[in-house]
């Protein structure tokens, strides 16, 4: 990673590890939701065996083990990424992502969520300028949902017209 500040990496990396651990809490919820509707029915069928709940923990916590492994609670994903050669800066990071994906697919959800921030606010000075242009002191009285579909309707290009 290139951080001019060595805290500065610190924390991206923790941000990062956070998000993924809270997007595995919230898989590995739904999914033994849906498990414990079925381990119901089985348990209702099967009689409660000590060595059945044996065989549920060490499958749980190999699971567990393969999502985090015994690196600091480190996902392995995040760890793979964090290993692997840095992209080409000159590509578009989207696309870069978008053949990633496979590869890290939870990664891939957090930083598309961060990837589509515009770095400027550029857009919003136009937006507002547009604005301020249509509302005027003769124009006063439109509401906010004819103002936007006028904004939006001069932002088209003249072909679409």
């Known amino acids: 990673m290139h951080f001019q500040n060595i805290t500065a990496v610190s924390y991206a990396q923790t941000k990062v590890n956070k998000l993924m651990k809270e997007m595995f809490?919230?898989?590995?919820?739904?999914?033994?939701?849906?498990?414990?509707?079925?381990?119901?029915?089985?348990?209702?069928?099967?009689?409660?065996?000590?060595?059945?709940?044996?065989?549920?923990?060490?499958?749980?916590?190999?699971?567990?083990?393969?999502?985090?492994?015994?690196?600091?609670?480190?996902?392995?994903?995040?760890?793979?990424?964090?290993i692997s050669p840095v992209a080409n800066r000159k590509e578009c990071p989207l696309k870069t992502w978008q053949h990633l994906r496979a590869l890290y697919p939870h990664l891939y959800e957090i930083a598309l969520k961060y990837l589509v921030i515009v770095g400027t606010s550029v857009p919003c000075e136009r937006l507002f300028s547009k604005a301020g242009n249509i509302i005027t002191e003769k124009r006063n009285r439109l509401k906010g949902k004819r103002v936007s579909k006028i904004i939006f309707l001069s932002s088209l290009n003249k072909e679409y017209w």
């Open 25 to 82: 809490e919230s898989e590995n919820k739904n999914s033994q939701e849906n498990n414990y509707s079925e381990s119901n029915i089985k348990s209702s069928i099967k009689k409660h065996n000590v060595w059945n709940i044996h065989d549920e923990l060490i499958t749980s916590r190999s699971e567990n083990l393969d999502e985090f492994g015994e690196n600091e609670g480190i996902p392995a994903e995040f760890r793979q990424y964090l």
